[in-house]
């Protein structure tokens, strides 16, 4: 039986991998364009956004000392890691991240690295104004803060409570719990609030929805689709490179220059 050549096998090999990676390739080439062609600032839903609103610096607010020594007396206060001054609906707002119990003290004295709020950080609201604490956004407030990120507010289609999401969520790795206040327009435009926090997370509408989708499939991540180490990624790229490889080679062998070399030196 005659014994097929080494381009041969090449070649089909190079056919296989063209075929199995032609797909991801496109898709590659696909989300590519579309990045590319979009204004990011859009995508993040910056211009349904209205502008940002100040406090004027004549208004009265008591020290948040006071707030601090009202949340210690209702609840055990170990340290304090931020206390910030935010907007709520219209009211002036102390947002106080805290730390509480023995577990989160030791971590601190320790020098460990510090929790984020979706762990150990507690939260606590309290009216800048008066130093009254302030419970979570209830679903009412949570829809006059959603509207007021919006620079044209349409009628409220829904508003659902999360306290918890999968890894494809389009509002995944946010804090929680968090209301998600959706409007009729435009572009099924959804809004998200962190209850405990008060403030607005994102804005998601149908161009972030095809941008994530499409980010999905470049980055392969079909979990979690923010994974650009993952094994999946890994492996198209190393086939990739031997399909472009095999091809380079392919048109050496098959170069009539080179065929012509090799049959003078098949002579001499």
């Not at 199995?20 to 600032?41: A, E, K, P, R």
Request: proline share 4%; glycine share 6%; charged share 20%.
């Amino acid at each position: 039986m005659k014994l097929k050549s080494k381009q041969y096998y090449i070649r089909k090999s190079h056919r296989y991998l063209g075929l199995v990676l032609g797909i991801q390739f496109f898709f590659w080439t696909l989300g590519g364009l579309y990045f590319s062609w979009n204004d990011i600032d859009k995508v993040h839903g910056d211009h349904l956004r209205s502008g940002k609103k100040y406090f004027p610096a004549s208004m009265q607010m008591v020290s948040p000392q006071v707030v601090l020594e009202q949340l210690k007396a209702n609840k055990a206060v170990d340290s304090v890691q931020s206390v910030q001054l935010i907007e709520v609906a219209g009211v002036p707002t102390y947002q106080v991240r805290y730390f509480s119990g023995a577990v989160d003290h030791a971590q601190h004295e320790a020098g460990g690295h510090m929790p984020s709020h979706t762990s150990n950080v507690k939260v606590q609201l309290a009216n800048a104004e008066t130093g009254a604490l302030v419970s979570p956004l209830s679903e009412d407030m949570a829809v006059v803060v959603a509207k007021r990120q919006m620079a044209n507010p349409i009628k409220v289609d829904k508003v659902e409570y999360l306290t918890e999401v999968s890894s494809h969520h389009e509002y995944r790795e946010k804090p929680l719990p968090a209301w998600a206040v959706t409007f009729s327009k435009p572009d099924k435009c959804t809004v998200y609030v962190s209850a405990e926090l008060g403030t607005f997370q994102a804005i998601r509408h149908d161009q972030w929805r095809v941008f994530d989708f499409l980010w999905m499939l470049h980055t392969m991540d079909y979990a979690g689709r923010d994974n650009f180490g993952n094994v999946l990624l890994k492996a198209f790229s190393i086939f990739g490179l031997l399909t472009i490889l095999s091809g380079f080679v392919l048109y050496y062998m098959s170069s009539p220059s080179v065929r012509k070399v090799k049959k003078r030196v098949q002579k001499v």
